[in-house]
Structure formats: structure tokens, C-alpha cells
């Protein structure tokens, strides 16, 4: 008998470089962690970072400890081969995935690329200077020379073809999924069913212009008497642009602070987001623009009541059931919020979150990486 012979595909996961899994980072874990798992498949998957290629023991330490030092600790040790010197790999005859930036053209025989968001064109008031100009060096080039693109939204999808005509044939939208631990979140709240449980919201994101958390301290402030029910709490290390302490003195909440009525945390790790989100009366997310909405699916499949902007990918993760408000408009997040503590008051909340969750377990990680190797395959 004989067999195919499997074809090189050549996933490049530079960003597990980063000390911290966030974003990104998150995606390309999981995408890696799939092709590590696979054991029989048309491919025989190889992994590069800076064009470089890396062993696959490597990937499965950062996978499993979600943490890029043993990466670092390989090119640190000269223990990675630049692309062009790996005899296992012929890039004229293999095929690639950018998972971000690609920092090499028409290396191989196909080339495909995954594009989260174009933010840094759309809305760049909310990106860093040096953000932008790292996005944008040599993006026309990275546009050009793609077989084929990937996106994690409609919304990215249209910004493709608005702002680089690419054609609709040549994009695929594979949607994230999300790698909650529901176990750790149910023993979280069984530890904590007898005990008394002060309720708090949640808000989840880097704090930086575009998430926007600035929307909801300026909520805060005309209405303090909502802190008297219960605690906001702010999970996010400072990204760029006004502090987050900064901005509640700016807000005039410097007592919510020092009072416990308002509490930062910085990163937080996945456990401690499934914990934090499995105890929280509703997360609040009013992001400004996003390419997915990853915290919105992740409360989804916790069952815990989403009050989210209305702007781009969003409503693609949330559907019909959201309850939803315009990011530029503290009137209307007061509309939203208002529905919700009504809705928790007469009992319907609990419908809509139970639609919610059946609708998360429509977004899955092993969805988005079948869809993408199927698309390879045809490459």
C-alpha cells in the first residue's frame, strides 16, 4: 500500500515570545497546541518564530506553560536554524501560516496570514505611535504577497476588502473559540457556596484608549450610589496612553479606590480570569473596536450577563441576545444597564444568558483550526 507522502506546513508562532499570553498570544497557543496534538494528518507540521526554525518541544513547554521562556531560552542557546539552513524544510515546495506579522516574502510556495483587526487604520487615535508604524511597515507587501487570508471576524473581513480590495474569494472568516476552565470555575463557586459573596461587576481589558474603561469611570461618577451596591472591579495591566489610576483621579474616584468600591487588578492568567468571571454579577465590556471580543464569549460560556458595546466584531459573538450600548455615550450605557438590573429584578435575565451560553458553545478553538487546515489543503 501506499501512502501520500504529508506536506510541510510551516505555522510561524513568534508571538509565544511574549512573557505574558494575552490577546494574540492566546490564539496562537491554541492554534499550536492543535497541530502539536494532531497525530495523523496530511501535514507534518513544522514551527518558525523571526524565520527561524524551532523544535516542537519547545512549542509544547510554552504551550503548556503559557510562557514564552523556553522560546526565548532556545534562541538565547543558538539552539534554532534559520529557515533557509533547516534541511527538513523546503520552502520552495512547503507551505506557511503567518498567525501575525510576516517578516519575510514569498519565502514559500503558499503563504497564508491571519489578520485579527485593522484598528490601526480604522480607529488610530486609540493605537500607539510606535503601534501604528510597526503595522504599517511594509503592510502593502504583506497584503500583496498573501495566497491567502484568515480572519476572526466578518467585521476584520470587510475592513480587507474596503481598505485593500482584496478579493472576498481569497478570505476566510474562522472564528475563535475560547479555552475557559469550566471545571476550575464550578469548583470556584461550590469552595464559595456557603459563604457571603460581595457583588461586583467585572471589567476585562488592557487598559488603553481603545477598551475604552474610560467610558465607565465617567458612568461611576455621575452615579456613585451604584458603588454602594456593589463593587467594580477592573482586571488589565497599563498598556499605553493614561494610567488607570490616573484616570479615576481625573474621574474624582480616588475614594472609590482607597473605599474598596473600586478595585484594579493587573494581568491576570486564565484561572484567575474563570475565577474572577464565575463569581461576577455581569461583565461589562465597552470596548471602542475589536477584531473578536474574546472576554464577551469567555463570560458567555460562564453564564455570566454581558453589557457590551455595539461596535464592530461584537455583535457577531453576542447576537440577538445582547444587551448592548454605544461606547461614545454614557446616556446610553445607563439605558443598558438599567435593562439589565430590570431584567435581573423580573427574572428574565436568566433566559437571555442561557441563550448566551448555548450560543459560546458554537465558537470553539477545534472549529477554527479544522476550518484553516481544510483551507490549507486547497492551497
Known amino acids: 500500500m501506499f501512502h501520500k507522502a504529508r506536506s510541510n506546513l510551516v505555522i510561524d508562532i513568534a508571538p509565544l515570545w ?42 509544547e513547554s510554552c504551550v503548556e506553560e503559557r510562557h514564552g521562556r523556553k522560546l526565548r531560552e532556545a534562541f538565547a542557546a543558538n539552539a534554532v536554524k534559520p529557515v533557509g539552513q533547516c534541511p527538513s524544510v523546503d520552502p520552495a515546495k512547503d507551505l506557511a501560516l503567518f498567525l501575525h506579522v510576516k517578516p519575510a516574502f514569498r519565502r514559500f510556495r503558499k503563504e497564508a496570514h491571519l489578520y485579527y483587526d485593522l484598528s490601526y487604520l480604522s480607529v488610530p487615535e486609540t493605537h500607539a505611535d510606535d503601534t501604528i508604524r510597526f503595522h504599517l511597515n511594509e503592510l502593502a507587501a504583506q497584503i500583496e504577497t498573501a495566497d491567502q487570508f484568515f480572519t476572526i471576524s466578518k467585521s476584520t473581513a470587510l475592513d480587507l476588502q474596503w481598505f485593500f480590495d482584496v478579493p472576498e474569494k481569497k478570505i476566510q472568516v474562522t472564528y475563535l473559540g475560547h479555552n475557559t476552565d469550566l471545571a476550575l470555575a464550578n469548583e470556584f463557586i461550590s469552595r464559595s457556596f456557603d459563604r457571603t459573596a460581595e457583588p461586583y461587576i467585572l471589567c476585562l481589558g488592557t487598559i488603553e484608549p481603545r477598551k475604552n474603561v474610560s467610558l465607565l469611570l465617567a458612568w461611576l461618577q455621575q452615579n456613585p450610589g451604584v458603588l454602594d451596591a456593589c463593587r467594580f472591579v ?146
Open 18 to 59: 511574549e512573557e505574558q499570553f494575552t490577546g494574540i498570544s492566546n490564539v496562537v497557543c491554541e492554534v499550536a497546541s492543535r497541530a502539536l496534538s494532531v497525530r495523523e494528518d496530511d501535514f507534518h507540521y513544522q514551527f518558525s518564530a523571526f524565520q527561524h526554525i524551532v523544535d516542537p518541544t519547545v512549542i
Open 234 to 379: 477592573f482586571c488589565g495591566r497599563d498598556g499605553w496612553g493614561t494610567s488607570f489610576f490616573d484616570q479615576v483621579r481625573h474621574h474624582e474616584l480616588e475614594w472609590a479606590i482607597q473605599s474598596g468600591r473600586i478595585v484594579h487588578f493587573g494581568f491576570v492568567s486564565q484561572k484567575q480570569k474563570a475565577a474572577l468571571l464565575s463569581a461576577a454579577q455581569a461583565l461589562v465590556y465597552p470596548s471602542l473596536f475589536e477584531g473578536f471580543g474574546l472576554p464577551v464569549l469567555e463570560a458567555m460560556a460562564q453564564s455570566v450577563p454581558v453589557l457590551a458595546s455595539c461596535s464592530t466584531s461584537i455583535p457577531e459573538v453576542m447576537g440577538e441576545d445582547g444587551i448592548y450600548f454605544d461606547p461614545h455615550s454614557i446616556a446610553s450605557f445607563t439605558q443598558a444597564f438599567s435593562q439589565f438590573t430590570q431584567e435581573r429584578r423580573n427574572g428574565t435575565l436568566a433566559a437571555r444568558v442561557a441563550r448566551l451560553r448555548d450560543r459560546s458553545d458554537t465558537f470553539t478553538y477545534d472549529n477554527m483550526f479544522k476550518e484553516m487546515m481544510d483551507t490549507m489543503r486547497t492551497l
